[in-house]
């Protein structure tokens, strides 16, 4: 009697750690398993984007870059290639086109994002000036990323220009993540 009563109480001792263990496991294989499953984690050539809101994150020579596209969801986007680019960038759009006020937050938007990231990479850019940017002034030691309403969503790049352009403020956004993709490597 005094034998079962012991082996009970060794059960019970040994019943809940296990049972603890057992919870941990499970829910470690349930998070893996849902993220898995929710598309929140995409692989693309040797990088791995993870989905957070609605940006997706990957690391770049433990730099974490957000974006609010996958490299997916802009492989469509036409472009033209990128050698090399000066690292003195002017951003700027169309001061003078007609713009929805959300396209025009959106564009602005894109390039204060796009000037931190760029900053970030070594790059030196400038959305304060007095005259109007274009183009025209790019130079081999100043280039000019022109952000603009299009009827169609692309990249081209002529010398030290980029133009990034879409058909409205979300695909300017999404060119400009790939133009990014481009120049970090993501994308070839």
């Given at each position: 009697?005094v034998?079962?009563?012991?082996?009970?109480?060794k059960?019970k001792?040994?019943?809940?750690?296990?049972?603890?263990?057992?919870?941990?496991v499970?829910?470690?294989?349930?998070?893996a398993?849902f993220?898995a499953?929710?598309g929140?984690v995409?692989?693309?050539?040797?990088?791995?984007?993870?989905?957070?809101?609605?940006?997706?994150?990957t690391?770049?020579d433990?730099?974490?870059?957000?974006?609010?596209?996958?490299?997916?969801?802009v492989?469509?986007?036409?472009?033209?290639s990128?050698s090399?680019f000066?690292?003195?960038?002017y951003?700027?759009?169309?001061?003078?086109?007609s713009?929805s006020?959300?396209?025009l937050?959106t564009?602005?938007?894109?390039?204060?994002?796009?000037?931190?990231i760029?900053y970030?990479?070594?790059?030196?850019p400038?959305m304060?000036?007095?005259?109007?940017?274009?183009?025209?002034?790019?130079?081999?030691?100043?280039?000019?990323i022109d952000?603009?309403?299009?009827?169609?969503?692309?990249?081209?790049?002529?010398?030290?220009?980029?133009?990034?352009?879409?058909?409205?403020?979300?695909?300017?956004?999404?060119?400009?993540d790939?133009?990014?993709?481009l120049?970090?490597?993501?994308l070839?």
């Amino acid at each position: 009697m005094v034998y079962r009563r012991r082996l009970k109480e060794k059960k019970k001792n040994i019943a809940v750690p296990l049972f603890i263990i057992a919870i941990m496991v499970l829910s470690a294989l349930g998070y893996a398993l849902f993220q898995a499953r929710g598309g929140n984690v995409k692989r693309f050539n040797s990088f791995k984007f993870i989905k957070i809101g609605d940006r997706w994150k990957t690391k770049i020579d433990n730099i974490e870059m957000m974006f609010y596209f996958a490299p997916d969801e802009v492989e469509d986007i036409p472009y033209d290639s990128i050698s090399t680019f000066p690292y003195f960038v002017y951003l700027t759009s169309n001061p003078e086109a007609s713009y929805s006020q959300q396209d025009l937050m959106t564009i602005e938007v894109a390039k204060f994002e796009l000037k931190n990231i760029l900053y970030s990479l070594g790059y030196t850019p400038s959305m304060n000036f007095s005259k109007t940017i274009t183009c025209e002034n790019s130079t081999s030691a100043m280039g000019v990323i022109d952000l603009d309403i299009s009827n169609e969503t692309a990249i081209n790049i002529e010398d030290s220009c980029v133009k990034i352009t879409g058909i409205n403020g979300p695909e300017i956004v999404r060119a400009r993540d790939k133009f990014l993709m481009l120049l970090l490597g993501i994308l070839k």
